[in-house]
């Protein structure tokens, strides 16, 4: 048996770095959140880079066509997955912190054999039910062979979860960081002559092309890490049959996650037309997804190791309250900036023509902050593998969203739909508080608090100030606000970590030493 090429460790060891981690967390969790921070802004520069030039080549209609498509195709794999980049990294973090080889090497077998599966019937569905897809989406049957030509996304999305579960799982986190910013890179050079050439008729083979370097970039590195081999005895189909069952109340949840953005682009399309769809999308992209993508560690570095903590108790409440802090901490003073600064970031990013959708943006990026506070709390339903509360949770929140985004863009249009993303998230983070202290014990700390008192009115105040025509005085308030948040979390920040000392003692060995 070909075993996974993982470096020699043992159980003593494994116990020596989950000590380290729980005296040093905050360094760990700041080290980490750096490491993909900056991979990250590399990726959102040259995704930027990108969208400047489709958005440029496409328009507001184009990006709107893209966006359907994609939403649609998301919505199809979500379905079609069982939550196996969830519970695939689960599985494979207990035999992992165990220190079980043999168990790694069985449940990454399991993992691939259930993830071809998947992919296969993920690919028939799309294709079954590309007629409906292209009705409901579009209104009409003119986009069904699109949709089967994009079947192919949904069973290579899949594999990648697969993948990128082994990768996290085991650790590997600046490859698979490193994988991130070359499928942002891929993903430039494929769509952009594609576009250039062919307009909107090549958004359907550029986005297939996109899954497909998505998928060779990580089977790459995980296959490095557990070479790949043919084994699809029954005994793997019996042993993940328990990871898919699991995987059923994900089923649902991705689809209320998909299903949101579906049905919202969707309705949006029905009744007022693409060009405003490509605004929406616009708005949501400048937002939700860029600034989210500072999130990412916690995806790849904190739920692998909340997962690890087998008991709730002091250990499990403490590890999610310092997750908390260092995200709150770290993407507020970013939060301050993106505000101030988006009526130059929009036009400079994409066009002129995207500027209607900059109220939008602004008032969802206060939203960010209460999604910083409970993306933390969210995946403790995810690490205990309490399926039943993530769908409950996943389903209250869809609602929410679709009904509150729907209502504002009638009411106020885009500005509406940005008051309705907002006020979700405010009522969904409140939600989680007593939803994860009846459940799990959970409570914020008081030092979550004390952040949430400072950092939270400057940010109110930050967009207060995107009312004052005055360019003088609109500069001067905004940069001085931008400047306190900053000072404030780089002070807290220096006191809760190490790391600090450590970059000062390294930049000291670096200075030239004189003689006496």
Not at 196 to 203: A, D, L, M, Q
Not at 288 to 305: E, H, I, K
Not at 435 to 451: C, E, I, N, T
Not at 477 to 493: E, F, H, K, M, P
Request: glycine residues 8%; aromatic residues 12%.
């Amino acid at each position: 048996m070909r075993k996974c090429k993982i470096k020699k460790f043992n159980v003593r060891f494994i116990r020596e770095m989950s000590k380290k981690e729980r005296t040093d967390s905050y360094s760990h969790i700041l080290k980490y959140t750096g490491l993909f921070g900056g991979v990250q802004a590399l990726s959102i520069g040259v995704a930027l880079v990108r969208n400047k030039l489709v958005s440029l080549i496409l328009g507001p209609g184009g990006m709107g066509l893209v966006s359907l498509f994609n939403s649609t195709v998301s919505l199809v794999s979500d379905a079609s997955s069982f939550g196996i980049g969830i519970s695939a990294v689960q599985k494979i973090s207990k035999a992992y912190d165990d220190g079980d080889t043999d168990g790694i090497v069985h449940s990454v077998s399991t993992i691939r054999y259930w993830s071809s599966i998947l992919a296969l019937l993920g690919t028939m569905l799309c294709i079954i039910l590309s007629p409906f897809l292209s009705w409901f989406t579009f209104s009409w049957n003119g986009h069904t062979l699109h949709f089967i030509c994009l079947s192919p996304i949904v069973g290579l999305t899949i594999l990648s979860l697969g993948e990128t579960a082994i990768i996290k799982a085991l650790r590997k986190l600046r490859r698979l960081a490193m994988v991130s910013f070359y499928n942002i890179v891929g993903a430039l050079i494929v769509s952009v002559p594609i576009y250039y050439f062919w307009g909107t008729k090549g958004i359907v083979p550029t986005l297939v092309l996109m899954s497909l370097i998505q998928f060779l970039l990580t089977a790459h590195v995980s296959y490095s890490l557990c070479p790949f081999r043919w084994n699809f005895s029954r005994a793997l189909f019996h042993d993940g049959l328990g990871m898919i069952k699991l995987g059923m109340a994900f089923v649902v949840a991705g689809i209320f996650t998909s299903g949101t953005d579906f049905l919202i682009r969707s309705y949006i399309n029905n009744v007022v037309g693409l060009d405003m769809v490509g605004l929406y999308n616009a708005g949501i992209m400048m937002t939700l997804t860029y600034v989210g993508m500072v999130f990412s560690a916690m995806d790849t570095d904190y739920f692998p190791r909340l997962s690890g903590i087998k008991n709730l108790g002091v250990t499990f409440n403490t590890t999610v309250n310092r997750q908390i802090e260092m995200m709150f901490l770290l993407v507020s003073p970013m939060l301050v900036a993106f505000i101030i600064f988006l009526p130059v970031i929009l036009p400079l990013l994409y066009s002129g023509k995207f500027l209607p959708v900059l109220g939008m943006s602004q008032v969802v990026v206060l939203a960010m902050y209460f999604r910083a506070l409970e993306i933390p709390i969210e995946y403790i339903t995810l690490a205990r593998g309490d399926s039943k509360s993530y769908l409950l949770i996943q389903g209250i929140y869809a609602i929410l969203f679709v009904g509150l985004v729907i209502l504002g863009f009638n009411c106020l249009g885009l500005v509406g739909a940005g008051v309705g993303v907002t006020s979700t998230t405010v009522i969904y983070f409140v939600f989680m508080l007593f939803f994860a202290r009846s459940r799990y014990g959970f409570h914020l700390s008081s030092s979550v608090g004390v952040y949430i008192a400072v950092q939270l009115p400057l940010g109110l105040l930050a967009y207060a100030v995107t009312f004052i025509h005055n360019p003088l005085v609109y500069w001067s308030l905004g940069l001085v606000l931008s400047a306190v948040s900053t000072a404030i979390s780089l002070n807290i920040i220096r006191k809760r970590t190490n790391l600090w000392d450590k970059f000062r003692e390294r930049f000291k060995s670096k200075l030239p030493k004189h003689g006496k």
